[in-house]
């Protein structure tokens, strides 16, 4: 005999199984998605689909604020986050499924349609690019429908006061079993064949890369040697990535294209060969992301094979009512530079190939980038770029402009303080203050550096590469015992002062002098003031 209270906890573990339903035909329909997206192209791959249009969409402020508090991974917690919201979405469909059929298969219709809008407003889909979504919607429907099925039949046998354990939960578990573990090994199997049939890694390992007409002559005393300090070159590892793209976009160089058009004479399509057949030569340029806040981490150097895009632009010939050009990458993102920057003899704006001596690894920009010496990256430093269209800042719009950054966007020059760092307490006696400054296209003249409230002192700074390339600068402190700040400036070699007053990142890139709090150890410590703020 069945009691009151067995029924409603029979009620409750069917509205926990109906939304486990839910959970598994949302499985099933990204397993169909993803193996319907092996033969369609990768980008009818749904959740990453989704993912990118909600990027694309998210207001300025929550991408600051995921970057900011996410830094690197702010990806990855785009994707959990989106993962948490599709399980709670499907637990929900499962129930209103089990409560009101056809509710559920009509919230998995919908949903399917969501992320079919999202799949084709991806740059660069396919024609089949709704395939995906299709079979994805079609395999969860069928997997919601049997499911929520089996489980009212088992409620009917236990209001019929049968075991409810009986021949239909029995079914029901078996049959979500099974949907499970098929959709488990359909989704991670094409995931892994999609991994192994698009090798991009191993088209780049192949690459040969024709030898460059100079190299960059590194001069002596332009690395200091100075524990914590940035290597003047950043190793690819560590250089920070900046960019909208969920997955990073595999382009094949052997059908790579660049094509110039707009306002120019001819239309000019260029091949990986013919692009480093014009010559390459070494550049020395340090990157700097608008993003990155003073102090921050948001800026890197390093060496990199390239043509000049001078070089390009002449062979198709630009109109003189021209003022900007719109580069543009395969998934669709655009910066706009002004022509100026790209065809003034004094600046080496370039294509770039190859990134401290190898070709560019694949979140940096495989096959070909742009890198443009003094100019922020998100208005000039495209990755993955396919087109250059030469038109006026009247007529086109990049990327970023419509999303609270200025269309135009040189770097602010900036100082930054590597060593010590706050947080992290030293010794007392001598101590190397140390860090980086850059000042692109100028060069960085002097740094000074301040302890509390002192005098302004000169940093002993690294034989420079070029103007493009930070320089690295180191004073010897006589700490001693207690909290400190430090303070950096830099002055640039038109005799500039980097900017005091505060700024945040956008629209045009932040601004202020570093100051940094820092403990010495040793001796008796004057005890720290709890309402000091620590600034920087
Ligand atoms: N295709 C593409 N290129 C891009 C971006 C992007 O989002 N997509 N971001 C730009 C920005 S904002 C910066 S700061 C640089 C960063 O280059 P990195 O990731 O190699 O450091 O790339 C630029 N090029
Ligand atoms: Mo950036």
């Not at 970057?67 to 499907?90: C, H, Q, R």
């Not at 559920?104 to 660069?124: C, Q």
């Not at 150097?301 to 109109?319: E, F, I, K, M």
């Amino acid at each position: 005999m069945r009691t009151r209270t067995t029924g409603t906890a029979s009620r409750l573990s069917g509205f926990v199984w109906a939304g486990v339903a839910g959970i598994v035909a949302a499985a099933a329909f990204l397993a169909a998605a993803e193996v319907v997206a092996l033969l369609a192209g990768p980008t009818a791959s749904p959740l990453l689909a989704v993912g990118s249009f909600v990027i694309d969409i998210a207001p300025q402020w929550l991408k600051e604020f995921a970057i900011s508090t996410f830094g690197a991974y702010d990806k990855v917690a785009l994707l959990a986050g989106l993962t948490l919201a599709v399980v709670i979405a499907a637990a929900i469909a499962g129930i209103l499924e089990y409560l009101r059929p056809p509710l559920g298969i009509l919230a998995f219709v919908v949903a399917g349609g969501l992320s079919l809008a999202a799949t084709l407003t991806r740059a660069g889909t396919g024609a089949f690019a709704f395939l995906g979504p299709l079979a994805g919607t079609i395999a969860a429907a069928i997997t919601i429908f049997l499911l929520a099925r089996r489980l009212r039949a088992a409620d009917r046998v236990a209001t019929g006061g049968e075991d409810a354990a009986g021949p239909d939960r029995r079914g029901f578990f078996r049959l979500a079993g099974i949907a499970a573990a098929s959709a488990l090994v359909v989704g991670a199997g094409s995931r892994i064949l999609s991994g192994v049939m698009t090798s991009i890694t191993a088209a780049r390992e192949a690459l040969r890369i024709p030898d460059p007409r100079s190299r960059v002559t590194v001069p002596e005393g332009a690395k200091l040697d100075v524990e914590g300090i940035s290597p003047l070159f950043t190793p690819n590892g560590d250089f920070y990535r900046v960019d909208t793209a969920l997955t990073v976009p595999e382009v094949d160089p052997a059908s790579w294209r660049l094509v110039v058009d707009g306002m120019v004479d001819r239309r000019v399509e260029l091949s990986f060969d013919d692009l480093v057949g014009m010559g390459l030569d070494e550049y020395s340029i340090t990157l700097t992301c608008v993003s990155n806040e003073v102090g921050g981490g948001l800026v890197g150097s390093a060496r990199w094979l390239g043509v000049p895009v001078r070089d390009v632009l002449a062979t198709a010939g630009v109109s003189a009512d021209a003022d900007m050009v719109l580069s543009r990458s395969i998934d669709g993102y655009t910066a706009s530079t002004p022509l100026d920057a790209l065809t003034d003899d004094g600046r080496d704006a370039i294509f770039a190939v190859a990134m401290n001596g190898e070709p560019l690894p694949l979140e940096h920009g495989f096959p070909v980038r742009m890198v443009v010496p003094g100019l922020y990256g998100y208005v000039s430093a495209t990755k993955w770029v396919t087109e250059l269209k030469v038109t006026t800042f009247a007529e086109d719009e990049a990327y970023w402009t419509p999303r609270g950054y200025a269309a135009e966007a040189p770097i602010k020059m900036s100082s930054r303080i590597d060593t010590p760092r706050s947080g992290t307490p030293v010794s007392a006696g001598t101590v190397a203050v140390a860090g980086v400054a850059w000042a692109q296209t100028v060069g960085i003249e002097r740094v000074e550096v301040r302890i509390d409230e002192g005098g302004w002192q000169s940093a002993r700074l690294s034989a420079p590469v070029n103007e493009d390339t930070w320089v690295q600068w180191v004073l010897e402190w006589d700490a001693e015992p207690g909290t400190h700040y430090i303070t950096v400036r830099a002055i640039d070699a038109e005799g500039n002062m980097q900017i005091e007053e505060r700024a945040p990142i956008a629209p045009n890139g932040s601004s202020g002098w570093q100051r940094t709090l820092i403990t010495v150890n040793g001796g008796a410590a004057p005890v720290a003031r709890p309402w000091t703020s620590v600034d920087g």
